[in-house]
């Protein structure tokens, strides 16, 4: 990226920050009001979702502004990558904590409640029969069906790096100079991840309504709701993310040299790609 500035780009006030804040408090207390059962609480989380999605595309927007009219310098782009990478670190902490919670439950808890330990099994807890997956000594009554790998898993992993491919090339495109491969590949990336997310609504809904497994099936349901509802939340994120991208890309905002909006969408994106693979693996495979 050529320098077009001499020092660091110091952006003008901003009401951004405020929007996003009162967003967040809004949405944080109807998330509270609506898990308390008042009426409420519904209301308060929608309107403070609206306004951080209205403070998103409303920031985004000036930030893509800046940079078409070419504000940022290489210290700039440098700020934007560390930020992007700090981001992902992050995020890849957030799915540590659950995949920890996973291990905890299938590789000790269980065990030990089920009489493995002699210790717990004679002193804390009547020795009961458990083994993965369970709903848990307070459901042993509980029947529900685990979700198999075959076959949707097994069809969204193939489609999840199917679409880390195709996004590659379009980056190889992209560089090259080649907008038309670059518009293609980016819209087959977009259907790629739409497609991921209707094959887990799928999933979803035959569990909840053949399978008897819910957010509720005690550690086994709990656990995979939660690791790959996280993970489905994600994968909407970056499709969003690619479907802006691919409205740019189309535009003509990047360039050989300078679109590093791109590459923070590719990393992501392939960050999703890999914590599927664990999942696909330890919630799925080894179910």
Same mark, same amino acid.
């Given at each position: 990226m050529a320098d077009t500035h001499s +020092?660091? %780009? =110091?952006?003008?006030? @901003?009401?951004?920050?405020?929007?996003? @804040?009162? +967003? !967040? @408090?809004?949405?944080?207390?109807?998330?509270?009001?609506?898990?308390?059962?008042l009426s409420w609480g519904p209301y308060v989380m929608a309107i403070g979702i609206a306004i951080l999605l209205?403070? =998103?595309?409303?920031?985004?927007?000036?930030?893509?502004?800046?940079? =078409?009219?070419?504000?940022?310098?290489?210290?700039? /782009? #440098?700020?934007?990558?560390?930020?992007? $990478?700090?981001?992902?670190?992050?995020?890849?902490?957030?799915?540590a904590a659950f995949f920890g919670a996973l291990f905890y439950a299938r590789v000790l808890s269980v065990p030990w409640l089920g009489g493995a330990d002699a210790l717990t099994s004679k002193f804390i807890w009547d020795a009961i029969p458990l083994s993965w997956p369970t709903a848990g000594p307070g459901n042993t009554g509980l029947e529900f069906e685990a979700m198999a790998a075959w076959p949707i898993p097994t069809f969204n992993t193939l489609i999840l790096l199917s679409s880390g491919v195709t996004i590659t090339i379009a980056h190889h495109a992209l560089k090259a100079a080649h907008r038309g491969k670059l518009v293609l590949f980016m819209i087959a990336t977009v259907l790629l991840g739409a497609a991921f997310l209707a094959l887990q609504a799928y999933e979803?809904?035959?569990?909840?309504?053949?399978?008897?497994? #819910?957010?509720?099936?005690?550690? %086994?349901?709990? #656990?995979?709701?939660? !690791?790959? +509802?996280?993970?489905?939340?994600?994968? #909407?994120?970056?499709? $969003?993310?690619?479907?802006?991208?691919?409205?740019?890309?189309?535009? +003509?905002?990047? @360039?050989? /040299?300078?679109?590093?909006?791109?590459?923070? =969408?590719?990393?992501?994106?392939?960050f999703v790609d890999v914590v599927w693979l664990g999942l696909y693996l330890f919630v799925y495979v080894l179910a």
């Open positions: +020092g660091y %780009y =110091v952006p003008h006030g @901003s009401h951004w920050p405020i929007i996003g @804040s009162v +967003g !967040l @408090s809004s949405g944080v207390v109807g998330a509270a009001g609506f898990l308390q059962g209205y403070m =998103v595309f409303g920031w985004f927007g000036t930030v893509i502004r800046e940079s =078409v009219s070419g504000y940022y310098n290489s210290q700039v /782009d #440098t700020s934007f990558r560390w930020g992007m $990478i700090w981001f992902i670190f992050s995020e890849v902490m957030f799915f979803y809904h035959e569990a909840y309504t053949q399978m008897n497994l #819910t957010l509720g099936t005690g550690i %086994y349901g709990s #656990t995979f709701f939660m !690791l790959t +509802g996280f993970h489905g939340l994600h994968v #909407t994120l970056g499709t $969003i993310m690619l479907i802006v991208i691919t409205l740019r890309c189309m535009k +003509g905002h990047f @360039s050989a /040299d300078n679109h590093f909006g791109f590459e923070a =969408v590719a990393w992501y994106w392939h």
